[in-house]
């Protein structure tokens, strides 16, 4: 529901922006965005804890906005917008002693353990954001065709989902001199733990094809880590990074 909302609002305005333009002069540009995303929720370098990536996929992470740059002089402007921004993965690994708090529902041992786990790891990461960004734009006069801008955003978290599994492996209950738990399947959700805010830097790309068309790229850089610090059902710091490839149409 919470995404729908986000959707109706963007379309609207979208609505009232292209009712601007018309009115506008030749100091303002305009532009809606589709795209889809490729990066992750990811530690920076990755830990010693994750010894093996098995697999990736980015699952269903798109974006759709608005953006409309003020130019100041021929060749230089600021651009400003909103959209709405998906970004997710999946990912299996092979992790060593990380620590992690996971739920055992079956086998010997059941309940909710807290230690350093060994084994086998599944994560799925989906989480919506609102998102402003504020960016220089370039137009640069020997390549009229293209539109460079370089900035930084500020995104509100409206939706988060991120859980797992844990398999094949076992847990060392409080630390590593604790109990080991086997654990032959086990699941994670630090899905309420995500912070509300991200933001970090922001630059893009914009190739017109056509008077219209562009082909768009994006690529944004969070700062803020994924969790606070005080959460301890991941030992390292996450930050959102991902690239956007889409299409851009100019109003």
Known sequence: MKQKALLITIICFIGCTV???????????YKVFAGYNLGGSSPIPLPAEIRK??????GLAGTLGIQATRWIVPEWGITS??????????????????TTNLVIGE?????????????????KVRNGYLVIPLMAAYAPKIYEDW?????????????????????????????????????DIA??????????????????????????????????????????SDFNGIPYKMY?????GGLSYKL
């Open 19 to 29: 009712a601007m333009a018309q009115e506008s002069g030749k100091h303002w540009e």
């Open 240 to 244: 959102n990074i991902y690239f956007m």
């Open 147 to 183: 539109r460079f801008r370089l900035g930084g955003y500020f995104a509100l978290q409206r939706d988060a989902n991120f859980d797992g599994s844990a398999f094949n492996g076992y847990i060392r209950n409080g630390g590593p001199a604790g109990d080991r738990i086997n654990v």
């Open 107 to 123: 086998g010997d041992n059941t309940g909710m353990f807290s230690g350093m786990f060994t084994g086998g790891n599944k994560t």
């Open 187 to 228: 699941t994670f959700d630090f899905s309420e733990h995500i912070r509300k805010i991200d933001a970090g830097l922001m630059a893009s790309a914009d190739w017109y094809f056509s008077t219209k068309m562009a082909i768009t790229g994006q690529l944004s850089w969070g700062l803020i880590p994924l969790f606070p």
């Open 53 to 58: 990536i098995k697999s990736w996929s980015p």
């Open 81 to 98: 917008g909103l959209a709405i921004d998906i970004k997710g993965m999946k990912i299996n690994a092979d992790v060593k002693y990380m």
